[in-house]
Structures are given as C-alpha cells and as structure tokens.
C-alpha cells in the first residue's frame, strides 16, 4: 500500500475527546481508494455507485450497510445519484460499557462481514437516530460528546436488529416491496430472475415497480442485476481458479460467449484480460510491499 491515501482524525474529528461524528455524503462523488484512522460505519439511502472494498468489487444503492474497520481500503467509482451517509468513530474513545463488538462486525477482531442490507422500517429507525447523532456531535458544550455517544450505541444496537445478510428472502418478509426485490436479485446471481414472475407472486404491478426501482437506485431492474452479476464475476476472476465458463454459469449466464461480450461491454475488456490484469497489478504490489519492508529493515541494520 505503498503511498495509499489516509483519513486523518484531526480532519473529521473536533477534539481529541471526540468518539463519534456524521459525515453526509449528499452526493457521495467519485472518491480514490483510501484508509482511515477511525472506523465507520456507511449508509446508502439512493441512487448507486461502485464500491471498492479491499479490492472486491460492490454495485451499491438504497439500503446496503457497511462496516469499514480502519485498516480497510475502499474507493467509489462509477457513481450516479449516490446519496450515504457515513458516521465515523474511534473505538479507542468509545466510554460507555457497552459490548461493541456485539454489535459492530470485526471489531476488536471479532469475525468481520462487512456487507449488509437493511429495509425500510430499519432505515427510517436509523435515520432519525442520525439526525440526533449528528446534532450532538455538532455541538461545543457539556455532555455533547457523551451524548453522541449514548446515540451511536443506539444506532449499532438498531442497525443490529434490522439488518440481514444481502441475500436472505426470508428477512424481508415484512419490509417494504423494495426491499424485497433488490433481495430476491442479490439471490438470484447465478440462476434466472423473472420480474414478471415475482411480481404475480406479490401481487404487484410491475410498471409501477419498475417506475419505483429506478426512482430510488437510479438504474433499471436489468442494469442493477447485470452489475451485481459482473461484480461477482470480477471478485471469482481475481480470487479464484474457476475457468471463465464456469464463472459464468455461477454469474448467471448460461453461455460463455455471452458472458465475455457483456462483461467487455460493461468492463471494457473480457474476463481473460480483465484476470489477467488484475492478477499482474496484485503481483506488482507484493513485490514493492517486499521491497519496501527490505529496504526499511536494512536501512534500522545500517543505523544500528
């Protein structure tokens, strides 16, 4: 991570005291890849974009939840409308007795899953303890910082309860329709989604689910799978050795040649060059990581 671009807590924090802050990305804009000296915790409410976490790729709109831990690098790419919110914190200032890492995935080095989604319902629950938290924070006077934090335990506490893994239909049973559909596509990555079908079984109209779609994520039904198909696709191309046709039929596309003219559409190259690139840029990273902790240890034996 040679020259890799750190989030400073003198910049985002007020005060060495300071545990937690909100952060409003209203639009979330393009953002190079990056670490921090805090964690966070990130929030999309609309529109889309690409979210690169630790090299895997995230077609990300309305209702996806992160957890980033500090050492984590992450970019956005390829936004359109994005609107999050990211609430930050040092788990180092954190004072009430609370079991964070009950809470919060990876931290303390509990086991970390980073990605989740979260309905309706849960939205609104954590948008209002947002705004509170967001206002304390904000504030320069006695119990501010306390208060913010009382808040924060609030908010991990109700993001616990409300959220589910990206793929589980079952937890969206009595959420919204919404929140439904963009599930039941997070599940459908290698096998066949029929929106016609889905909207009989709801009893739905589907241009008015369509019309719905597009107005919260920015994209159509069709766009949004195809990109989460491709960003599965990519992460099997970079960390696995499954032949490309096989890829493709865990990505949903039942013919391989397709697949490589959609991926290129989309990506700009085929499967093969897009591996193969990626795999070169991986190598050449270890090599100057080596080279740099080589030329460090060298440089204390010299000193010593």
């Given at each position: 991570m040679t020259g890799q671009f750190i989030l400073r807590k003198a910049d985002f924090f007020t005060s060495p005291r300071?545990?937690?802050?909100?952060?409003?990305?209203?639009?979330?804009?393009?953002?190079?890849?990056h670490t921090h000296e805090f964690c966070e915790l990130v929030l999309v409410w609309r529109g889309n974009g690409l979210h690169l976490l630790n090299d895997r790729p995230y077609r990300i709109t309305r209702g996806d939840l992160f957890y980033i831990r500090a050492e984590d690098k992450h970019s956005y790419a390829s936004v359109n409308g994005l609107a999050l919110q990211n609430i930050i914190y040092c788990p180092d200032r954190l004072r009430l007795n609370v079991d964070w890492s009950a809470h919060i995935p990876g931290l303390f080095g509990t086991p970390w899953m980073p990605h989740w989604r979260i309905g309706s319902s849960g939205m609104a629950q954590a948008r209002q303890v947002i705004a509170l938290l967001e206002q304390e924070s904000n504030k320069d006077e006695p119990l501010a910082h306390e208060m913010a934090e009382l808040l924060f335990a609030q908010l991990a506490a109700t993001l616990r309860r409300h959220r589910f893994a990206t793929d589980n239909q079952a937890a969206t049973q009595s959420e919204a329709l919404l929140d439904k559909l963009i599930t039941a596509?997070?599940?459908?990555?290698?096998?066949?989604?029929?929106?016609?079908?889905?909207?009989?079984?709801?009893?739905?109209?589907?241009?008015?689910?369509?019309?719905?779609?597009?107005?919260?994520?920015?994209?159509?039904?069709?766009?949004?799978?195809?990109?989460?198909r491709i960003c599965h696709a990519q992460y099997l191309l970079q960390h696995s050795e499954l032949l490309?046709?096989?890829?493709?039929?865990?990505?949903?596309?039942?013919?391989?040649?397709?697949?490589?003219?959609?991926?290129?559409?989309?990506?700009?190259?085929?499967?093969?060059?897009?591996?193969?690139?990626?795999?070169?840029?991986?190598?050449?990273?270890?090599?100057?990581?080596?080279?740099?902790?080589?030329?460090?240890?060298?440089?204390?034996?010299?000193?010593?």
């Open positions: 300071q545990a937690v802050a909100v952060a409003d990305r209203y639009p979330q804009n393009v953002f190079a890849e596509l997070a599940g459908s990555l290698n096998r066949t989604f029929t929106l016609d079908l889905f909207c009989a079984e709801q009893a739905c109209s589907e241009r008015a689910l369509r019309q719905q779609f597009r107005s919260q994520t920015g994209m159509t039904v069709n766009h949004y799978l195809r990109q989460l490309i046709g096989d890829i493709a039929n865990r990505c949903g596309f039942e013919d391989s040649n397709y697949f490589s003219v959609v991926f290129n559409r989309e990506v700009g190259m085929t499967p093969g060059q897009w591996r193969h690139r990626h795999r070169t840029m991986a190598r050449s990273v270890r090599h100057t990581e080596a080279d740099n902790i080589g030329g460090d240890n060298n440089h204390h034996a010299a000193k010593a």
